[in-house]
């Protein structure tokens, strides 16, 4: 999963024509690590979805913009816009994220 560093990349990769899924991290939470550790088996569900990472720590302006408060949270992007966000109170478990990543991704 490629890590997001500057704003200019953010803004190239949400302008995408097709869905985008940025997961906001903090290299310092407990819950970031145990998603990574069944984003396998949501992939394996839900198929091949474009995702990226982003440090809310680095970028706070990025999170402050789309609402992020907790993390790890999801956002898909389409064209620039936000269209879902996943967050992290209903981020904990694997069918947590299959079913808004099903919903969310088309």
């Known amino acids: 999963m490629e ?3 500057t704003d200019k990349q953010f803004q190239d990769l949400i302008t995408s024509e097709e869905p985008v899924v940025v997961k906001f991290v903090t290299d ?3 819950d970031c690590k145990r998603m990574d550790m069944f984003l396998p088996t949501v ?12 440090d809310k720590d680095e970028l706070p302006e ?3 913009k789309h609402s992020v ?24 478990t694997p069918d947590q994220v299959i079913e ?3 919903e ?3």
């Not at 394996?44 to 990472?53: I, L, S």
């Not at 408060?69 to 981020?91: D, T, Y």
């Open 62 to 64: 990025i999170a402050e």
């Open 100 to 102: 808004f990543l099903s």
């Open 69 to 92: 408060m907790g993390i790890p949270s999801l956002l898909v992007f389409k064209n620039g816009e936000k269209l879902a966000h996943l967050h992290s109170a209903n981020a904990k």
């Open 104 to 106: 969310s991704v088309k």
């Open 3 to 5: 890590h997001i560093k």
């Open 28 to 30: 310092w939470c407990p």
């Open 43 to 54: 992939f394996e569900e839900v198929g091949n979805v474009t995702m990226y990472e982003i």
